[in-house]
């Protein structure tokens, strides 16, 4: 049938057989298609690794109600990673602020990825998904300076224009 997407289990069997044994990990609605990311590894087991899209790595942030947006940043948002940090030295030193990696989904905060979470909570650490490259780039950064995170309007994939801000660019 052609109206099956790509990817969707297509018995009962495929999802709750022994060997195979699932848990639903977002809610669904009834007659919906049933695709792997919305089910645990099989055995009944839910990890996160089963639900990030192929090559993508997930990686943690410290957070703060500052960093973390106030807390509003929930599974399922969409956001950009930012660094603060010093360079330069002397009378040539300045602060800059670069972009790490942009439209990144949040996988989690702290230890929930419930994305049927609805009210905002100042977390601890956020767990994004990333390419292993921005993830070695975010570990880096932890060390030499300040991440924080900005929170995307749902529908904006649009690249951001400046990768990098000093202060001079303030004006």
Partial sequence: NNAVPAGAFKTVEEVAGAANARTAMRSMTANEPVL???LS???GKTNLSGTL?????????RSDEVNGVGGFVLPG???DILLTRSVGSGAAATTVTQVLAEDSLVLGI???SDQEA???????????EVT???AQTISLAHSVG??????RQISDKEALARKATTVADLG
């Avoid at 899209?53 to 942030?61: F, I, L, N, Y």
């Avoid at 609805?118 to 994004?128: D, E, G, H, L, R």
């Avoid at 300040?146 to 929170?151: D, G, K, T, V, W």
């Fill in 53 to 61: 899209t192929p090559g993508m790595r997930a990686v943690s942030v």
């Fill in 41 to 43: 590894g099989a055995g």
């Fill in 110 to 112: 702290d230890q929930s």
């Fill in 118 to 128: 609805n009210k905002p909570a100042v977390a601890k650490s956020v767990t994004v």
């Fill in 77 to 79: 948002d969409r956001v």
């Fill in 132 to 134: 292993p490259d921005q």
């Fill in 36 to 38: 792997n990311d919305k």
């Fill in 146 to 151: 300040s991440i924080s995170l900005s929170l």
